[in-house]
């Protein structure tokens, strides 16, 4: 079995349950391909560790049967530009903070281990966003998992970004920006504009104002078999767009479009957890102490 794994940080706390993860590794002769990033991370921490292979980014990646996030939400999303069109299941080990996709606690590393190499677990496909672009952006990794926005940048004014759905003309939003998010991204930037929370396996796009400066501008869900492009205008020519935690300032000549990725994300999930238990538990949906 062949196994690759990501990361950059981690708690103090989370050391002796990382440890034990490779030495599992090793007991089982697992071959384990790790980020370079995570890499030199482990060596900082003097983790004792053994590895077949170092990978750099996407370009090098090499395919594996499973892929291991160590880390928060945001090393989930890193992990899946790594993987990309090869669609390697991921396992998120939360040692981060919230760990909305990332459900797994260190503490249940081995018994994660031990359903995986039973087989005693299910993949849930997790749709992506594609931007594309009369220019390159993103460095030529152009898809994510939560969500595009488009932002103002280096001005207190307002931007107009014009919207059409498969070419027909939506609205101009006069706002700070826009967002386009997945429904895996409705429980993060998206939620926070008002958006609604939508189940991972809807087949939608939400379209979120940032702080419109119209009060009849709502969110509004879309089929993700649409293509939503934009035109943007403001004071300044310069405006901020996003994909996921990478950013890129690009002017108003630059032509943009979004729409879903002919690819996913695989999410491994054990028994015990569904989406409605940690919307719950992560962010106290529905919280009552009339329900308990």
Same mark, same amino acid.
């Given at each position: 079995?062949?196994?690759?794994?990501?990361?950059?940080?981690?708690?103090?706390?989370?050391?002796?349950?990382?440890?034990?993860?490779?030495?599992?590794?090793?007991?089982?002769?697992?071959?384990?391909?790790?980020?370079?990033?995570?890499?030199?991370?482990?060596?900082?921490?003097?983790?004792?560790?053994?590895?077949?292979?170092?990978?750099?980014?996407?370009?090098?990646?090499?395919?594996?049967?499973?892929?291991?996030?160590?880390?928060?939400?945001?090393?989930?999303?890193?992990?899946?530009?790594?993987?990309?069109?090869?669609?390697?299941?991921?396992?998120?080990?939360?040692?981060?903070?919230?760990?909305?996709?990332?459900?797994?606690?260190?503490?249940? %590393?081995?018994?994660?281990? $031990?359903?995986?190499? /039973?087989?005693?677990?299910? #993949?849930? =496909?997790? +749709?992506?966003?594609?931007? !594309?672009?009369?220019?390159?952006?993103?460095?030529?990794?152009?898809?994510?998992?939560?969500?595009?926005?488009?932002?103002?940048?280096?001005?207190?004014?307002?931007?107009?970004?014009?919207?059409?759905?498969?070419?027909?003309?939506?609205?101009?939003?006069?706002?700070?920006?826009?967002?386009?998010?997945?429904?895996?991204?409705?429980?993060?930037?998206?939620?926070?504009?008002?958006?609604?929370?939508?189940?991972?396996?809807?087949?939608?796009?939400?379209?979120?104002?940032?702080?419109?400066?119209?009060?009849?501008?709502?969110?509004?869900?879309?089929?993700?078999?649409?293509?939503?492009?934009?035109?943007?205008?403001?004071?300044?020519?310069?405006?901020?767009?996003?994909?996921?935690?990478?950013?890129?300032? %690009?002017?108003?000549?630059? $032509?943009?479009?979004? /729409?879903?990725?002919?690819? #996913?994300? =695989?999410? +491994?999930?054990?028994?015990? !957890?569904?989406?409605?238990?940690?919307?719950?538990?992560?962010?106290?949906?529905?919280?009552?102490?009339?329900?308990?």
């Amino acid at each position: 079995m062949k196994i690759a794994i990501h990361g950059r940080s981690f708690r103090a706390e989370a050391e002796p349950f990382i440890q034990k993860m490779f030495d599992t590794f090793e007991q089982f002769g697992i071959e384990v391909t790790c980020s370079k990033i995570f890499f030199d991370f482990i060596n900082q921490e003097q983790l004792k560790i053994r590895i077949s292979n170092i990978y750099h980014n996407h370009s090098d990646f090499p395919i594996t049967d499973f892929f291991i996030s160590v880390g928060g939400d945001g090393t989930i999303l890193e992990s899946v530009t790594h993987i990309g069109k090869y669609e390697v299941p991921i396992l998120g080990i939360n040692a981060g903070r919230l760990g909305f996709l990332a459900t797994t606690s260190p503490a249940d %590393i081995q018994n994660a281990l $031990q359903n995986l190499f /039973k087989g005693y677990y299910s #993949v849930e =496909k997790r +749709i992506l966003i594609k931007v !594309e672009a009369s220019s390159e952006l993103f460095e030529g990794v152009n898809f994510g998992l939560n969500e595009f926005t488009i932002t103002k940048r280096d001005t207190s004014s307002m931007i107009v970004v014009k919207t059409f759905i498969n070419g027909e003309y939506l609205n101009s939003y006069w706002a700070d920006g826009l967002i386009v998010s997945t429904p895996t991204g409705s429980t993060g930037y998206s939620l926070s504009c008002g958006g609604p929370v939508v189940l991972p396996q809807s087949n939608n796009f939400i379209v979120a104002p940032i702080s419109p400066h119209n009060l009849n501008v709502r969110p509004m869900i879309v089929s993700d078999d649409s293509i939503i492009s934009f035109e943007v205008e403001g004071r300044s020519n310069n405006f901020l767009v996003s994909l996921d935690s990478r950013w890129q300032i %690009i002017d108003a000549s630059v $032509q943009l479009a979004v /729409k879903k990725q002919d690819f #996913v994300a =695989k999410l +491994i999930k054990f028994n015990a !957890e569904n989406f409605l238990d940690t919307l719950r538990k992560k962010l106290n949906w529905g919280l009552d102490v009339r329900n308990y």
